[in-house]
Protein backbone atom coordinates (compact mmCIF):
# COMPACT_ATOMS: atom_id res chain seq x y z
CA UNK A 1 0.00 0.00 0.00
CA UNK A 2 2.84 2.58 0.85
CA UNK A 3 3.92 5.00 -1.64
CA UNK A 4 7.35 3.79 -2.75
CA UNK A 5 9.63 6.28 -1.57
CA UNK A 6 8.71 5.58 1.94
CA UNK A 7 8.95 2.01 2.24
CA UNK A 8 12.35 2.27 3.91
CA UNK A 9 10.75 4.37 6.86
CA UNK A 10 8.07 1.84 7.91
CA UNK A 11 8.91 1.54 11.37
CA UNK A 12 11.56 3.59 13.43
CA UNK A 13 14.06 2.39 15.77
CA UNK A 14 13.11 4.58 18.77
CA UNK A 15 9.83 2.78 18.67
CA UNK A 16 11.26 -0.52 18.10
CA UNK A 17 14.08 -0.50 21.02
CA UNK A 18 11.86 1.52 23.43
CA UNK A 19 9.34 -1.37 23.42
CA UNK A 20 12.06 -3.91 23.31
CA UNK A 21 13.18 -1.82 26.40
CA UNK A 22 9.74 -2.15 28.42
CA UNK A 23 9.57 -6.04 27.40
CA UNK A 24 12.38 -7.11 29.21
CA UNK A 25 12.65 -4.80 31.73
CA UNK A 26 16.25 -2.60 30.35
CA UNK A 27 17.17 0.96 31.02
CA UNK A 28 16.02 2.49 28.53
CA UNK A 29 19.40 4.83 27.48
CA UNK A 30 17.83 4.52 23.70
CA UNK A 31 15.18 6.84 23.32
CA UNK A 32 16.57 10.83 24.18
CA UNK A 33 14.24 11.73 26.29
CA UNK A 34 14.73 12.92 30.14
CA UNK A 35 12.92 10.90 32.95
CA UNK A 36 12.54 14.08 35.00
CA UNK A 37 10.09 17.09 34.20
CA UNK A 38 10.79 20.35 33.35
CA UNK A 39 10.31 23.65 35.22
CA UNK A 40 7.83 23.45 37.95
CA UNK A 41 6.74 26.82 36.94
CA UNK A 42 6.55 26.15 33.01
CA UNK A 43 4.23 22.90 34.24
CA UNK A 44 2.10 25.27 36.43
CA UNK A 45 1.22 28.29 33.53
CA UNK A 46 0.60 25.25 31.36
CA UNK A 47 -2.09 23.57 34.04
CA UNK A 48 -3.14 27.32 34.34
CA UNK A 49 -3.44 28.10 30.81
CA UNK A 50 -5.65 24.85 30.43
CA UNK A 51 -7.74 25.70 33.46
CA UNK A 52 -8.05 29.34 32.02
CA UNK A 53 -9.42 28.12 28.54
CA UNK A 54 -6.71 28.55 26.74
CA UNK A 55 -7.53 25.65 24.62
CA UNK A 56 -8.68 26.25 20.93
CA UNK A 57 -6.64 27.36 18.00
CA UNK A 58 -3.74 29.50 18.30
CA UNK A 59 -2.75 32.16 15.45
CA UNK A 60 -1.74 30.10 12.67
CA UNK A 61 2.04 31.68 12.76
CA UNK A 62 1.87 31.16 16.80
CA UNK A 63 0.83 32.92 20.09
CA UNK A 64 2.56 36.78 19.65
CA UNK A 65 3.94 36.17 23.11
CA UNK A 66 6.06 33.14 22.16
CA UNK A 67 6.82 34.59 18.52
CA UNK A 68 8.33 37.66 20.71
CA UNK A 69 10.09 35.45 23.50
CA UNK A 70 12.03 33.70 20.83
CA UNK A 71 13.21 36.76 19.19
CA UNK A 72 14.73 37.99 22.28
CA UNK A 73 15.78 34.54 23.01
CA UNK A 74 17.78 34.58 19.94
CA UNK A 75 19.36 38.00 20.72
CA UNK A 76 20.07 37.14 24.48
CA UNK A 77 22.13 33.78 23.49
CA UNK A 78 23.37 34.19 20.19
CA UNK A 79 23.68 38.72 19.22
CA UNK A 80 20.59 37.57 16.77
CA UNK A 81 18.58 40.45 15.60
CA UNK A 82 15.19 38.47 14.89
CA UNK A 83 12.00 39.85 14.32
CA UNK A 84 8.99 38.82 15.94
CA UNK A 85 6.74 38.78 12.81
CA UNK A 86 9.56 36.57 11.02
CA UNK A 87 9.16 33.74 13.77
CA UNK A 88 6.96 30.39 12.77
CA UNK A 89 6.18 28.54 15.69
CA UNK A 90 5.54 24.45 14.78
CA UNK A 91 4.69 21.46 16.11
CA UNK A 92 7.90 20.72 17.48
CA UNK A 93 11.76 21.07 15.65
CA UNK A 94 10.59 17.96 13.48
CA UNK A 95 7.31 19.81 12.01
CA UNK A 96 9.74 22.89 11.14
CA UNK A 97 12.47 20.36 9.38
CA UNK A 98 9.28 18.93 7.62
CA UNK A 99 7.71 22.07 6.45
CA UNK A 100 11.08 24.11 5.38
CA UNK A 101 12.24 20.59 3.25
CA UNK A 102 8.92 20.40 1.44
CA UNK A 103 8.45 23.97 1.28
CA UNK A 104 11.81 23.98 -0.93
CA UNK A 105 12.61 20.91 -2.53
CA UNK A 106 11.32 18.24 -4.68
CA UNK A 107 12.17 15.95 -7.61
CA UNK A 108 15.69 16.58 -8.92
CA UNK A 109 16.57 18.41 -6.22
CA UNK A 110 19.56 17.75 -3.85
CA UNK A 111 20.00 18.15 -0.12
CA UNK A 112 23.43 18.47 1.31
CA UNK A 113 23.84 16.76 5.03
CA UNK A 114 25.72 15.00 7.35
CA UNK A 115 25.63 11.50 8.22
CA UNK A 116 25.16 10.06 10.46
CA UNK A 117 21.43 12.14 10.65
CA UNK A 118 18.85 12.48 12.87
CA UNK A 119 16.63 10.35 11.71
CA UNK A 120 13.30 12.59 10.16
CA UNK A 121 15.53 14.24 8.29
CA UNK A 122 16.17 10.89 5.38
CA UNK A 123 12.26 10.32 5.50
CA UNK A 124 11.36 13.80 5.44
CA UNK A 125 13.49 14.47 2.32
CA UNK A 126 12.38 11.23 0.98
CA UNK A 127 9.07 12.89 1.46
CA UNK A 128 9.76 15.87 -0.62
CA UNK A 129 11.18 13.67 -3.99
CA UNK A 130 14.72 14.80 -3.62
CA UNK A 131 17.62 13.49 -3.20
CA UNK A 132 19.75 12.82 0.23
CA UNK A 133 23.67 14.00 -0.27
CA UNK A 134 25.12 13.08 3.26
CA UNK A 135 28.47 13.65 4.26
CA UNK A 136 30.42 11.51 6.24
CA UNK A 137 31.51 12.54 9.95
CA UNK A 138 34.08 10.18 11.04
CA UNK A 139 35.22 10.06 14.35
CA UNK A 140 38.49 11.68 15.03
CA UNK A 141 40.59 9.75 18.04
CA UNK A 142 40.48 12.67 21.29
CA UNK A 143 38.69 15.13 18.93
CA UNK A 144 35.25 14.08 18.31
CA UNK A 145 34.07 13.64 14.98
CA UNK A 146 34.35 15.78 11.81
CA UNK A 147 34.01 15.80 8.03
CA UNK A 148 36.29 15.99 5.32
CA UNK A 149 36.56 19.62 3.19
CA UNK A 150 36.86 17.56 0.28
CA UNK A 151 33.81 15.49 0.78
CA UNK A 152 31.65 18.46 1.32
CA UNK A 153 32.55 20.24 -1.34
CA UNK A 154 32.61 17.33 -3.46
CA UNK A 155 28.64 16.85 -2.41
CA UNK A 156 27.75 20.12 -3.66
CA UNK A 157 26.25 20.54 -7.35
CA UNK A 158 23.67 22.78 -9.44
CA UNK A 159 20.85 20.92 -7.94
CA UNK A 160 21.82 21.66 -4.73
CA UNK A 161 18.85 23.18 -2.69
CA UNK A 162 19.78 22.90 0.38
CA UNK A 163 22.14 22.51 3.58
CA UNK A 164 20.67 20.55 6.06
CA UNK A 165 22.84 21.35 9.36
CA UNK A 166 22.53 19.85 12.94
CA UNK A 167 24.87 21.82 15.74
CA UNK A 168 25.26 20.59 18.61
CA UNK A 169 24.97 17.00 16.78
CA UNK A 170 23.02 14.14 17.51
CA UNK A 171 23.92 11.32 17.33
CA UNK A 172 27.97 12.33 18.03
CA UNK A 173 27.67 15.14 20.37
CA UNK A 174 30.20 17.14 17.94
CA UNK A 175 29.40 21.02 17.86
CA UNK A 176 30.59 22.37 14.91
CA UNK A 177 33.32 24.73 15.10
CA UNK A 178 33.67 28.71 13.60
CA UNK A 179 35.74 27.35 10.95
CA UNK A 180 33.66 24.35 9.84
CA UNK A 181 30.27 26.06 9.94
CA UNK A 182 31.94 28.79 7.91
CA UNK A 183 33.11 26.79 5.38
CA UNK A 184 29.56 25.17 5.08
CA UNK A 185 28.09 28.52 4.83
CA UNK A 186 30.21 29.41 1.82
CA UNK A 187 29.43 26.97 -0.37
CA UNK A 188 25.92 27.47 0.24
CA UNK A 189 26.42 30.72 -1.05
CA UNK A 190 28.25 29.73 -3.77
CA UNK A 191 25.44 27.05 -4.95
CA UNK A 192 22.84 29.70 -3.66
CA UNK A 193 21.46 27.06 -1.80
CA UNK A 194 19.20 27.91 1.67
CA UNK A 195 20.90 26.94 5.24
CA UNK A 196 18.63 24.90 7.37
CA UNK A 197 20.18 24.78 10.88
CA UNK A 198 18.31 22.61 13.75
CA UNK A 199 20.04 23.68 16.85
CA UNK A 200 17.55 22.05 19.22
CA UNK A 201 21.00 21.19 21.49
CA UNK A 202 21.68 24.87 21.59
CA UNK A 203 21.79 24.93 25.57
CA UNK A 204 23.81 21.73 25.73
CA UNK A 205 26.64 22.70 25.03
CA UNK A 206 30.24 21.32 27.81
CA UNK A 207 33.20 23.28 28.94
CA UNK A 208 35.52 23.82 25.92
CA UNK A 209 33.35 23.92 23.33
CA UNK A 210 30.65 26.99 22.46
CA UNK A 211 27.64 26.84 20.35
CA UNK A 212 27.46 29.11 17.15
CA UNK A 213 23.99 29.78 15.58
CA UNK A 214 24.93 29.76 11.89
CA UNK A 215 22.61 32.95 10.91
CA UNK A 216 25.11 34.37 12.97
CA UNK A 217 28.01 34.21 10.90
CA UNK A 218 28.92 36.95 8.39
CA UNK A 219 26.28 37.12 5.13
CA UNK A 220 24.46 33.61 6.38
CA UNK A 221 21.31 35.30 8.12
CA UNK A 222 19.38 36.27 4.63
CA UNK A 223 19.77 32.60 3.18
CA UNK A 224 19.21 30.83 6.77
CA UNK A 225 16.58 29.11 8.64
CA UNK A 226 17.02 28.57 11.89
CA UNK A 227 14.95 25.82 13.96
CA UNK A 228 14.81 24.99 17.63
CA UNK A 229 12.30 24.06 20.11
CA UNK A 230 11.13 23.57 23.43
CA UNK A 231 11.31 20.19 23.65
CA UNK A 232 14.27 19.37 25.07
CA UNK A 233 15.49 22.69 26.67
CA UNK A 234 12.81 22.57 29.45
CA UNK A 235 12.34 18.83 29.02
CA UNK A 236 9.01 18.39 27.86
CA UNK A 237 9.68 16.36 24.53
CA UNK A 238 5.77 15.36 24.22
CA UNK A 239 4.59 18.98 24.40
CA UNK A 240 6.23 19.43 20.37
CA UNK A 241 6.27 23.09 20.61
CA UNK A 242 9.25 24.63 18.24
CA UNK A 243 10.16 27.27 16.09
CA UNK A 244 11.66 28.98 12.93
CA UNK A 245 13.20 32.25 11.90
CA UNK A 246 14.78 33.55 9.24
CA UNK A 247 14.06 36.01 5.83
CA UNK A 248 10.27 36.64 5.22
CA UNK A 249 10.45 34.65 2.15
CA UNK A 250 11.73 31.83 3.60
CA UNK A 251 9.58 31.89 6.64
CA UNK A 252 6.89 32.77 4.35
CA UNK A 253 7.30 29.67 2.23
CA UNK A 254 7.63 27.55 5.34
CA UNK A 255 4.14 28.79 6.62
CA UNK A 256 2.35 27.91 3.25
CA UNK A 257 3.28 24.12 4.34
CA UNK A 258 3.05 24.43 7.98
CA UNK A 259 -0.45 25.28 7.52
CA UNK A 260 -1.49 22.41 5.76
CA UNK A 261 0.65 19.89 8.06
CA UNK A 262 -0.43 20.70 11.43
CA UNK A 263 -2.15 24.29 10.91
CA UNK A 264 -1.36 24.95 14.44
CA UNK A 265 -0.70 23.39 17.95
CA UNK A 266 0.02 23.45 21.71
CA UNK A 267 -2.52 26.59 22.64
CA UNK A 268 -1.45 26.45 26.29
CA UNK A 269 1.56 25.36 26.02
CA UNK A 270 2.94 28.68 23.60
CA UNK A 271 2.27 31.28 26.20
CA UNK A 272 3.50 29.12 29.17
CA UNK A 273 6.83 28.33 27.22
CA UNK A 274 7.24 32.43 26.25
CA UNK A 275 7.25 32.77 29.75
CA UNK A 276 10.28 30.02 30.39
CA UNK A 277 12.35 31.52 27.80
CA UNK A 278 12.90 34.49 29.50
CA UNK A 279 14.03 31.90 32.75
CA UNK A 280 17.74 33.67 34.02
CA UNK A 281 20.43 32.37 33.59
CA UNK A 282 20.88 30.02 36.03
CA UNK A 283 18.05 27.80 34.78
CA UNK A 284 20.24 27.33 31.51
CA UNK A 285 23.54 27.15 33.32
CA UNK A 286 22.06 24.29 35.78
CA UNK A 287 21.03 22.73 32.88
CA UNK A 288 24.16 22.20 31.01
CA UNK A 289 26.09 21.91 34.38
CA UNK A 290 24.10 19.37 35.62
CA UNK A 291 24.01 17.30 32.02
CA UNK A 292 27.84 17.59 32.27
CA UNK A 293 28.24 15.55 35.19
CA UNK A 294 25.74 12.49 33.92
CA UNK A 295 28.02 12.50 30.67
CA UNK A 296 31.11 12.13 32.93
CA UNK A 297 28.94 9.57 34.87
CA UNK A 298 28.38 7.91 31.33
CA UNK A 299 31.32 8.00 29.60
CA UNK A 300 33.50 6.75 32.90
CA UNK A 301 31.25 3.89 32.94
CA UNK A 302 31.01 2.82 29.63
CA UNK A 303 35.33 3.07 29.40
CA UNK A 304 35.37 0.78 32.33
CA UNK A 305 32.51 -1.39 30.50
CA UNK A 306 35.34 -2.08 28.08
CA UNK A 307 33.87 0.69 25.36
CA UNK A 308 35.89 3.03 23.45
CA UNK A 309 34.03 6.32 24.18
CA UNK A 310 33.93 9.88 22.28
CA UNK A 311 33.37 12.05 25.01
CA UNK A 312 30.66 14.51 23.73
CA UNK A 313 30.83 17.65 23.76
CA UNK A 314 26.82 19.37 23.53
CA UNK A 315 23.53 17.05 23.00
CA UNK A 316 23.24 14.30 25.51
CA UNK A 317 24.34 11.42 23.60
CA UNK A 318 27.20 9.63 23.53
CA UNK A 319 28.79 7.63 20.99
CA UNK A 320 30.85 4.57 22.03
CA UNK A 321 32.54 1.92 20.13
CA UNK A 322 31.73 -1.85 20.74
CA UNK A 323 35.25 -2.99 18.59
CA UNK A 324 37.13 -3.42 21.77
CA UNK A 325 34.58 -5.84 23.07
CA UNK A 326 35.31 -7.87 20.14
CA UNK A 327 31.96 -7.10 18.59
CA UNK A 328 31.75 -6.23 14.97
CA UNK A 329 28.22 -5.13 14.62
CA UNK A 330 26.76 -2.19 16.57
CA UNK A 331 22.94 -3.21 15.62
CA UNK A 332 23.10 -6.60 16.32
CA UNK A 333 24.85 -5.97 19.96
CA UNK A 334 21.73 -3.54 20.37
CA UNK A 335 19.64 -5.77 19.80
CA UNK A 336 20.86 -8.59 22.27
CA UNK A 337 21.50 -5.53 24.61
CA UNK A 338 18.89 -5.89 27.06
CA UNK A 339 18.67 -9.19 27.45
CA UNK A 340 21.82 -9.67 27.95
CA UNK A 341 22.49 -7.10 30.81
CA UNK A 342 19.46 -5.30 30.55
CA UNK A 343 20.54 -1.79 29.16
CA UNK A 344 18.59 -0.16 25.75
CA UNK A 345 20.61 1.40 22.97
CA UNK A 346 20.58 2.36 19.49
CA UNK A 347 23.00 1.54 16.96
CA UNK A 348 24.54 4.45 15.27
CA UNK A 349 24.56 2.83 11.57
CA UNK A 350 20.80 3.35 11.17
CA UNK A 351 21.28 7.06 11.01
CA UNK A 352 23.66 6.79 8.36
CA UNK A 353 23.29 6.21 4.75
CA UNK A 354 26.23 3.93 4.63
CA UNK A 355 25.81 1.59 7.12
CA UNK A 356 29.35 0.82 7.09
CA UNK A 357 30.10 4.29 8.28
CA UNK A 358 28.69 3.87 12.01
CA UNK A 359 29.04 -0.26 12.29
CA UNK A 360 30.71 -0.80 15.29
CA UNK A 361 29.30 2.20 17.08
CA UNK A 362 26.26 2.84 19.28
CA UNK A 363 24.34 5.46 21.11
CA UNK A 364 23.47 6.07 24.65
CA UNK A 365 21.31 8.87 25.72
CA UNK A 366 22.36 10.27 29.78
CA UNK A 367 19.49 12.38 30.16
CA UNK A 368 18.86 10.42 32.73
CA UNK A 369 18.64 10.52 36.73
CA UNK A 370 21.83 10.21 38.36
CA UNK A 371 20.63 7.18 39.75
CA UNK A 372 19.60 5.54 36.67
CA UNK A 373 22.87 5.99 35.03
CA UNK A 374 24.64 4.43 37.95
CA UNK A 375 22.21 1.58 37.57
CA UNK A 376 22.99 1.54 33.89
CA UNK A 377 26.73 1.40 34.35
CA UNK A 378 26.82 -1.23 37.35
CA UNK A 379 25.08 -3.55 34.60
CA UNK A 380 27.07 -2.48 31.89
CA UNK A 381 30.10 -3.72 33.96
CA UNK A 382 28.72 -6.70 33.56
CA UNK A 383 30.08 -7.14 29.61
CA UNK A 384 32.77 -7.91 31.11
CA UNK A 385 32.13 -10.80 33.01
CA UNK A 386 30.27 -12.02 29.72
CA UNK A 387 32.93 -10.90 27.37
C1 LIG B 1 14.80 15.65 19.21
C2 LIG B 1 15.30 16.24 17.94
C3 LIG B 1 14.45 16.92 17.08
C4 LIG B 1 12.96 16.94 17.28
O1 LIG B 1 12.53 17.99 18.06
P1 LIG B 1 10.96 18.09 18.39
O2 LIG B 1 10.84 19.47 18.91
O3 LIG B 1 10.65 17.03 19.38
O4 LIG B 1 10.22 17.87 17.12
C5 LIG B 1 14.98 17.51 15.95
N1 LIG B 1 16.30 17.43 15.68
C6 LIG B 1 17.15 16.75 16.47
C7 LIG B 1 18.59 16.68 16.10
C8 LIG B 1 16.68 16.12 17.61
O5 LIG B 1 17.50 15.39 18.37
Redesign the pocket.
Known amino acids: MLVERMLPFTSTIFAEMSALALRTGAINLGQ?FPDTDGPASLLADAAANITAGVNQYPPGVGVPALRSAVAEHQKRFHGLDVDPDHVLVT???????AAAVLALCGPGDEVVTFQPY?D?YGATVALSGATLRAVPLRPVPGAGFTFDPDELRAAFSARTRLVLV?TP??PTGTVLGRGELTLIGELAAEFDAVVVT?E??EHMVYAGAEHIAMAALPGLADRTLT?S????TFSV?GW???WVHGPPRLVNAVRAVKQFLTYVSGAPFQPALATALSLPDTFYRTLADDLARKRDLLVDGLRRAGFAVYPPRG?YFVVADVAPLGVDDGAAFCWRLPELIGVAAVPVSVFCVDPDLGRTLVRFAFCKRDEVLAAAVERLAGLRALG
Open positions: GSGATEAIYSNHNDVYISAGKTKVGT
